[in-house]
């Protein structure tokens, strides 16, 4: 399956997930009504009798109880989805993690974050923030419900035991779990789960205060421990159904995350290798935090212990994994000494591997050159969420050719600011957007802007997505105040000139998408008309791209309407292209069932390619246009293939 076929399976499981709640629900429905009926009938001295508790109870009854159940369930769900509208980053701090994408301690951490920023940049998606937990196990996550919200969590003993081989091969499982849909589903599998759990909790809760009443000298309260011990039997009841639900819609996942890896790092052994040191070593994957086993399903590997392990656990056994990926495995297991150094290679040193390794798979792109519609197609049909091992070693490429000076300030929240600005400069209006932003931004952020400009002008422009990439976790941790004072400004450089470049609002909207994801979603039209309206406006926007004439603009806007299979429409004029127009079509398309986003995709790549071919410079906007879209295409040409070249300013009015 390809990206988009796995998303639209990932929406059906959303269906599966409801599904099994409701029967879940159902049993717990009965399970309490056999209970409330059970003690209504020992308090009469009657027999049980599961025949005669309708009339025992009365029908009105059965059916308050059903209600109140569903309602109990439903509220706590919903409570449980409201903690986690954060996203990922909610779970991360749940499980007690620290997030060090700005504030890395030792080459541990700076290594995990180097691979963590590689495999994002080969991906075509935001850097996620990286959390590190204070445990022992080797183990890791992905959570979050979109890659612009997406967090990963490594262990402690993950990034000191495992070498940065094994280290690639946890983390671009995780990315795997990220890019196949896999991620939000797991988040919306925790709300469900816990609605399922609270009458347990509810349960543990009353004895608890009994025992704190007894603790005191006061009287036991026995119907009361009752009730109590009732609600934890039903309690637990929710809880083998809800193993059962993370075993229904996990184990499997696990399986195709593990192949996912391998592609992505063509190397099996590195993550077998993690695998094997796991099934060895002291502590294995097990997770210490006090809210472990309530995200047991989004682990790298088993986290919690159970006694079903075997029946209902959300990972199939390690051994087994193991042998998939390695069949020639001995059964050997690998330990390390406490305390001893993993067998870690510097960044530099593995960069240069991969170089050489993959150096005879280098895209035979030069200076000048473009790229065929076909290879394009291919990019959307097989590409976009499945980086390779071949990406990675671009991403590595672009972040050597990245001045080291510009990735530090990527990764500070105060200097992020100052390179976005930067980036969003146009050549030919430098001068005033500059005494704009002297009049609007703070001017320590300003003497940080003109010390990076040197370095933003020699910098290959297919370091620019990469760079925005790397900016997002610094600018997710400005405080509210600062985000907002910085989004204005950037509204504000955009509109200096009353136009807009689209190349700099390809780049805005990248950035808001990581950084705000849909926020005016429900509001929009979903009606076909109106997503219909949108991708004809989004071509017409790519057919002025480039085209200064407005009849080559006409002849790559019909193509585009050709390959969509709509009718051929007169070309808006360029005047017409509007910035809030333009926003409110990028969202409306984003809404496109994913298996149709393939067809706006590859009718942008005609529009793009009316002469044939599309530019280095073009392809860059075309991947802009994809990560709006939540479809991360990853690099296809190296630094130095073209990418400088330029793309003819089209621009649209403020």
């Not at 996203?87 to 997030?99: F, H, P, Q």
């Not at 430098?430 to 933003?456: C, D, F, G, K, Y």
Request: hydrophobic share 45%; proline share 6%.
């Amino acid at each position: 399956m390809n990206f988009f076929e796995h998303q639209n399976e990932a929406r059906r499981s959303t269906t599966l997930l409801l599904t099994l709640f409701v029967a879940t629900l159902l049993c717990l429905v009965a399970i309490t009504t056999l209970f409330a009926a059970a003690i209504l009938q020992f308090s009469r001295a009657q027999p049980f009798s599961v025949a005669d508790i309708g009339q025992t109870m009365g029908w009105e009854t059965v059916a308050g109880i059903a209600v109140f159940i569903t309602a109990v369930v439903a509220i706590a769900s919903l409570y449980k989805w409201r903690q986690l509208a954060d996203g990922g980053r909610t779970v991360a701090e749940a499980l007690g993690g620290r997030k060090i994408n700005t504030c890395a301690k030792g080459a541990n951490e700076q290594q995990a974050l180097n691979v963590v920023e590689e495999m994002a940049i080969a991906s075509g998606t935001p850097v996620p923030d990286l959390y590190i937990l204070d445990d022992r196990s080797i183990n890791a996550f992905a959570a979050g419900y979109e890659p612009g919200d997406a967090v990963i969590g490594i262990t402690r003993g993950c990034i000191e035991q495992l070498t940065r081989e094994e280290l690639q091969g946890v983390i671009a499982h995780e990315f795997s779990h990220i890019l196949n849909g896999d991620m939000r589903r797991n988040i919306q599998l925790v709300g469900l789960l816990h609605g399922i759990l609270i009458i347990g909790l509810a349960g543990y809760w009353l004895i608890d205060r009994i025992n704190w009443s007894s603790r005191r000298g006061n009287r036991g309260f026995p119907a009361t421990a009752i009730i109590g011990a009732g609600l934890v039997a039903i309690g637990y009841t929710g809880t083998l159904f809800g193993n059962l639900i993370k075993f229904a819609v996990s184990r499997q996942r696990e399986y195709l995350a593990d192949a996912s890896a391998i592609q992505y790092t063509r190397n099996n052994q590195g993550l077998a290798s993690a695998l094997k040191k796991i099934a060895g070593h002291e502590s294995g994957s097990r997770i210490s935090a006090a809210k472990a086993a309530e995200y047991s399903h989004i682990y790298f590997a088993n986290g919690v212990r159970s006694s079903l392990a075997s029946l209902f656990s959300t990972h199939p056994p390690i051994q087994r994994r193991i042998r998939r990926i390695d069949p020639s495995w001995s059964g050997e297991l690998q330990q390390r000494e406490p305390g001893s150094a993993p067998n870690t290679l510097s960044p530099t040193v593995d960069s240069m591997r991969h170089h050489q390794t993959l150096g005879a798979h280098q895209p035979p792109y030069g200076p000048g050159d473009t790229v065929d519609c076909e290879t394009l197609t291919d990019v959307i049909d097989n590409r976009i969420g499945k980086a390779t091992s071949h990406q990675c070693a671009l991403a590595q490429q672009l972040l050597a050719n990245t001045p080291q000076v510009l990735q530090n300030a990527a990764r500070d929240p105060f200097a992020a600011r100052a390179l976005v600005y930067a980036l969003l400069l146009h050549p030919d209006q430098r001068t005033t957007q500059l005494e704009l932003l002297n009049q609007i931004a703070h001017p320590a952020v300003m003497r940080t802007l003109l010390q990076l400009l040197p370095s933003i002008d020699v910098m290959d422009k297919a370091c620019r997505l990469p760079l925005l990439d790397l900016c997002v976790p610094a600018l997710k941790d400005l405080v509210p105040q600062q985000y907002q004072v910085f989004k204005r400004n950037l509204i504000k450089l955009l509109r200096s000139d009353a136009r807009v470049d689209i190349w700099e609002w390809a780049l805005y909207r990248v950035l808001m998408h990581a950084l705000e994801g849909r926020p005016d979603r429900q509001r929009l039209s979903k009606a076909p008309q109106a997503l219909d309206d949108a991708c004809r406006y989004l071509l017409a926007a790519m057919a002025h791209t480039g085209n200064a004439e407005y009849l080559p603009a006409k002849r790559a806007y019909d193509q585009g309407l050709r390959a969509l299979g709509m009718e051929v429409t007169p070309l808006p004029a360029k005047s017409d292209i509007l910035l809030q127009r333009l926003d409110k079509a990028l969202v409306i398309t984003e809404q496109l069932p994913p298996l149709k986003k393939p067809s706006l995709l590859k009718a942008i790549v005609m529009t793009l390619a009316h002469n044939g071919a599309v530019s280095p410079a073009e392809f860059e906007l075309l991947r802009a246009m994809a990560d709006c879209l939540n479809c991360p295409m990853p690099p296809l040409l190296p630094p130095g293939s073209g990418c400088t070249a330029n793309v003819a300013h089209t621009t649209v009015t403020a």
